[in-house]
C-alpha cells in the first residue's frame, strides 16, 4: 500500500514530505539523546517561484513547509532576473550556489561552505552579517556595499577583488576576513575609491597591504 500511495504523489510533494520528515526525525533524536541540538540531514534546496521574494517565506523554498537548514545546499537560479531578500532573522546552510541578486539588508546568513557566484549572482549588503563562508567571486558576480554602517564580513575568505567604489560605500572586517584573488592567490585587491567610503575592522583581517592603502579617498 505504501508503494502505491507513493507513485500518486507528484515529484514536488515527494520532496516536501521527505524533507518535512527529515526535519520531524532530526527533532525527535535530539529530543531522545536528551535534548541537544537538532541534527541536521543535508539535502539539496532550490528557490522555487519565478518571482522576487523574502528568505522567511518558506513556500518559496523546495524545502517548504520548513526553511533551508543547516546542512542544506542551496541553489538560487531561475529564468528572470530576481531578487531575494535577507532581511531578518539568523539562518544558516552548508553552502550557496547564487545566479540571482541576493539582498542581505537584515539579519545574519551563516553559510558554512562556499557561497558561489555565478553569472547573474551578486549579494548585496544593506546592513546585514555575511558569516562564515567562502565567496567565490566571478569577474562582475560579486559582494556590493550600499552606506549602512551595518554591513558586515564575519569571518569571511573573499575570492576575488572587493570593490567599495560607489559613493558612501562602507562595511565591516570582524574576525579572519581576508581577501585574495579569484584564484585563491594573494595579494588581494580592495578597491577604497569611493568618495566617503569606509573599511573598518575589528578582531583579526588579513590585510594584503598596508592598512593606509584602504583609507577612504576622494572619489575619481
Known amino acids: 500500500m505504501l508503494n502505491v500511495f507513493n507513485l500518486r504523489l507528484t515529484k514536488g510533494t515527494r520532496m516536501n514530505l521527505l524533507h518535512g520528515f527529515r526535519t520531524v526525525l532530526c527533532f525527535g533524536l535530539s529530543v531522545l539523546i536528551g535534548g541537544g541540538p537538532t541534527l541536521s540531514y543535508a539535502a539539496v534546496v532550490n528557490w522555487v517561484p519565478d518571482a522576487d521574494g523574502n528568505w522567511n517565506t518558506a513556500t518559496n523554498w523546495s524545502s517548504n513547509p520548513v526553511l533551508p537548514l543547516a546542512g542544506d545546499d542551496v541553489t538560487i537560479n531561475v529564468a528572470g532576473v530576481r531578487t531575494i531578500t535577507h ?27 562556499t557561497t558561489t557566484l555565478n553569472a547573474g549572482g551578486s549579494i548585496q549588503l544593506s546592513g546585514g552579517t555575511l558569516k562564515n563562508t567562502t565567496v567565490q567571486q566571478n569577474g562582475a558576480n560579486k559582494l556590493t556595499f550600499n552606506s549602512s554602517g551595518s554591513n558586515i564580513l564575519d569571518n569571511v575568505l573573499v575570492k576575488g577583488d572587493l570593490d567599495l567604489s560607489g559613493t558612501s560605500n562602507r562595511v565591516t572586517f570582524l574576525n579572519n576576513t581576508v581577501v585574495q584573488t579569484e584564484a585563491g592567490g594573494t595579494p588581494g585587491v580592495i578597491n577604497v575609491t569611493g568618495q566617503s567610503a569606509i573599511l573598518s575592522y575589528d578582531g583579526t583581517a588579513g590585510w594584503a597591504r598596508t592598512l593606509s592603502e584602504y583609507d577612504d579617498q576622494p572619489g575619481q
Open 87 to 113: 532581511n531578518s532573522g539568523t539562518h544558516t546552510i552548508q553552502s550557496l550556489s547564487l545566479s540571482e541578486i541576493l539582498a542581505l539588508s537584515g539579519g545574519i546568513l551563516e553559510v558554512t561552505g
